[in-house]
């Protein structure tokens, strides 16, 4: 009984000089809600599609003030319309339209709580995307995948907290405008991202 009450304190000193790291790296996996936000409401509609994100953070925390960034790979898209504007309100004439990523945000933020155990925090900053496999669409869709940019830029903003080696985040992205200058089309994706990670150490 004394060496599991032993080993269960060195355990928790163990968390507890985790959480007190100014250094933290760990592992993230969460999902996501997608949609293309734009002005030709004939060929985009802004119906939410989910898919999921996986990763490693970084965080350096400097009093109350942290840097995080992070590399993930993840999954855009939205709804378009596929075939025609006559039948705009017929969901058998819309579907998926999605592409992958590979995300890297650099957030700034702020800590409310930094306590062994507890955190919570706010941050913001950019995040850029890197695409890395051709968008997948109908070959009857109006839209020309080739004039989905290579790379694009957005900003995220968002809270989370951590509860021992525990890391859970919510936030917001929108990105700029994801097709190539002088192309038909002019639309950004905005998502919203709930991940939970582990901390390493």
Known sequence: MRRILIF???ITLCICLKGQSPVNVGLKFGMHYSS???SID???DESQVSSYHAGVFFRLNIDKFLLQPEV???TKGGVINSFNTLYIDD???FELFSYQTIDIPIL?????INKPIFNLRFYAGPVLSYVTTEPIINEFSDLNVEELKDNFVGIQAGMGFDLWFVSIDARFENTFNIFIEGSNYAASNRIFL???????F
């Open 108 to 112: 700034i933020g702020f800590n409310v």
């Open 72 to 74: 993930y790979f993840n």
């Open 194 to 200: 709930l991940s939970a990670g582990i901390k390493l």
């Open 8 to 10: 269960s304190f060195l």
């Open 91 to 93: 969901p058998e004439y």
């Open 36 to 38: 293309l936000i734009n």
């Open 42 to 44: 004939e060929i985009f």
